[in-house]
């Protein structure tokens, strides 16, 4: 398990290019037949992925980052399927995701294993957690179950589907809320005008593009914003005092992932045109 100490928002404000990537770009995610989960210190979240080819892959606790019996002793998880058919067996049961299906597993689950139907077309899984301080149920979310929110227009080139997992009106959690944005055709802004979430943490991953499409993804204080070039199936952290949107070279999706204070969606801190630099 990888560990991610991110620059705070006053050592952003001098970091070059590459500073910023190293602190904030998660770009090690699905690689064939392995599991890669990375601990960061915003909000103590862990995001990864998990590709199974020939064999299951078992979900085990780091000892030495999380001194745990096992992943979800403490922990919550939320997982989006964004390849094939997959099956994760939890403690005896099996849950079977499709394409854009989803998962909740809460807290105290012991024995996770995730698999794909077809090792030459494997399931690409792509896991968010949280600590957890109260127990809820493992949940299977299918796409045709998540809630959808449409939003923006083609005029404004951001026309697009929120769908809503894991969330206050819909599976219950402790802290983590979770789902994915789609843009419709010749819409590139995933939000515009920007906001922040003071009182909790968004993950975004950035999926169902192009070899040689791009997200160009700002972040920073209002005042002093910056951007990174984020590719297919790569992930941002945004801490709480970061703003967040994306413009890309067509339309694309994004898991987007919070955890902090409160589960309420519309919880956000709006910045005006006006203020942007």
């Known amino acids: 398990m990888d560990v991610r100490y991110v620059a705070d928002q006053v050592r952003y404000q001098t970091m070059l290019t590459d500073e910023i ?11 064939p037949g392995e ?3 990375l601990y960061t210190d915003v909000d103590r979240a862990i995001v990864g992925s998990i590709v199974p080819t020939q064999n299951k892959i078992k979900l085990e606790a780091s000892k030495k980052e999380m001194s745990a019996e096992y992943f979800t002793e403490r922990r919550e998880i939320g997982i989006i399927n964004i390849g094939d058919p997959g099956v ?12 854009r299906d989803g998962l909740y597993i809460g807290r105290g689950s012991k024995q996770i294993e995730f ?39 083609q005029e404004e080139a951001n026309k697009r589907t929120i769908f809503q997992y894991i969330h206050e009106n819909g599976v219950k959690s402790c802290q983590l809320v979770m789902g994915f944005t789609q843009l419709e055709s010749g819409s590139i802004w995933n939000t515009m005008s920007a906001h922040t979430h003071q009182r909790r943490t968004e993950i975004y991953m950035y999926f169902d593009m192009g070899k040689d499409d791009l997200v160009f993804h700002f972040m920073g204080k209002p005042e002093a914003t910056k951007h990174l070039i984020i590719r297919n199936g790569q992930a941002v952290l945004s801490p709480s005092w970061s703003l967040h949107a994306g413009a890309g070279t067509r339309n694309y999706a994004f898991i987007w992932g919070m955890g902090g204070e409160n589960q309420e969606f519309t919880d956000m801190d709006g910045i005006a045109m006006s203020d942007l630099k």
């Open 115 to 153: 698999s794909s139907k077809n090792q030459k077309d494997p399931a690409k899984y792509y896991f968010l957690s949280y600590p957890a301080h109260t127990v809820h149920p493992t949940m299977l979310i299918k796409k045709s179950a998540a809630n959808p929110v449409h939003l923006g227009s």
């Open 88 to 99: 994760i067996d939890i403690d005896g049961k099996s849950y079977e995701l499709d394409n």
């Open 35 to 37: 599991i890669y989960l």
């Open 21 to 31: 990537r190293q602190s904030f770009l998660v770009d090690k995610l699905f690689q």
